[in-house]
């Protein structure tokens, strides 16, 4: 049974920084792809970033490139999501979630199987 659970969120300021955790069991992460997304009150999940966990290939929405960094630990089964210089906008809940491998870096929320309950990031002075 593929289980997701994420960690890590947490009420920070301005300009501060968080590091998610994604950790997964049921699978193995070699032959999948983790995606996050957020949600903020009234808005749609979006997509921000995803890796491959063969070769660890990633991708970033425009809109968090150069303060987000996603990378993963094999051997833990485990996604991270490091997020530097955090902003009031990156106020959301931070889902992490699961696809199968495929020749392209899947971004879309509808082609994820598998979805954690979510961690709350809230950026506040």
């Known amino acids: 049974q593929v289980q997701l659970v994420e960690s890590g969120g947490g009420l920070v300021q301005p300009g501060g920084s968080l590091r998610l955790s994604c950790a997964g069991s049921?699978?193995?992460?070699?032959?999948?792809?983790i995606g996050w997304f957020r949600q903020a009150p009234g808005k749609e999940r979006e997509g921000v970033s995803c890796i491959s966990g063969r070769d660890g290939i990633t991708y970033y929405a425009d809109s968090v490139k150069g303060r987000f960094t996603i990378s993963r630990d094999v051997a833990k089964n485990t996604v991270y999501l490091q997020i530097n210089i955090l902003r009031p906008a990156d106020t959301a809940v931070y889902y992490c979630?699961?696809?199968?491998?495929?020749?392209?870096?899947?971004?879309?929320?509808?082609?994820?199987?598998?979805w954690g309950q979510g961690t709350q990031v809230t950026v506040s002075s």
């Open positions: 979630a699961l696809t199968h491998r495929r020749p392209y870096l899947p971004t879309k929320r509808d082609e994820y199987d598998y």
């Open positions: 049921g699978f193995t992460l070699d032959y999948n792809v």
